[in-house]
């Protein structure tokens, strides 16, 4: 079986930086995305790590390593329209299907 | 990542009736997709996988006679849910993966049950 970690909630400041962990356990790591869901909508891509390091994106980066099952998604210059869902979802086996962790609610207050 | 559309994308049907949910990949092939269900405030959990031209491999805890998968084509799932009950009433979202561009998802299908 799969195993995702993430926090429930987060709260940060407009124009500041937050970091959201996950963490996993899995068999056949294919791996790892992250998304952002609004309320209501499906989600987004953001961000794919399948190999040890950092993968910046803009104001997003993600970071993943494989040895310590550990991932975190870096938002930078926070903005009001980054309040959402962060769902950190690992691919495995040999559907690759993605497995998806409960998702950080992430609230920007200014 | 992947382009796939959904249909409907919000419907509203009584209790004890069958609804049918398409899910298509747009320019691109998809010999497996997924089907995930997302009840307000929690994550989206895994249904099952549809794969064309054989049976779907459903998650432990879901019912198979209760959500028919049919992978007919290349582009095109669908997941019926028979007999509905108000316990069904869900998000329910497709995914496919596009070997040039990677996984998406469908916009979502919003079920009501009354």
């Known amino acids: 079986g799969q195993n995702i970690d993430q926090p429930t909630e987060m709260t940060a400041t407009e124009g500041a930086i937050v970091q959201i962990n996950c963490t996993y356990q899995t068999s056949g790591f294919n791996g790892l995305f992250w998304y952002q869901q609004h309320a209501g909508e499906a989600p987004t891509f953001l961000s794919y790590n399948v190999l040890d390091g950092l993968e910046e994106k803009g104001r997003f980066s993600s970071f993943l390593s494989r040895s310590k099952g550990y991932s975190y998604l870096l938002l930078k210059e926070l903005q009001m329209k980054d309040s959402a869902s962060y769902l950190c979802?690992?691919?495995?086996?040999?559907?690759?299907?993605?497995?998806f962790g409960t998702g950080t609610k992430l609230q920007v207050i200014p | 990542g992947a382009v796939v559309s959904q249909h409907p994308s919000w419907v509203i049907c009584k209790s004890g009736t069958s609804v049918k949910i398409e899910c298509r990949s747009l320019d691109f092939q998809a010999t497996t997709m997924f089907w995930y269900r997302q009840f307000p405030k929690q994550s989206l959990m895994l249904m099952a996988t549809s794969n064309e031209g054989s049976k779907a491999t459903y998650e432990q805890g879901v019912e198979k006679d209760k959500f028919l998968i049919n992978h007919a084509s290349l582009t095109l799932s669908t997941l019926t849910v028979t007999s509905a009950h108000p316990e069904d009433s869900s998000f329910y979202i497709c995914s496919a993966r596009d070997p040039a561009s990677g996984p998406g998802f469908g916009p979502g299908t919003r079920l009501t049950v009354t």
């Open positions: 979802a690992v691919r495995s086996g040999g559907y690759q299907k993605v497995t």
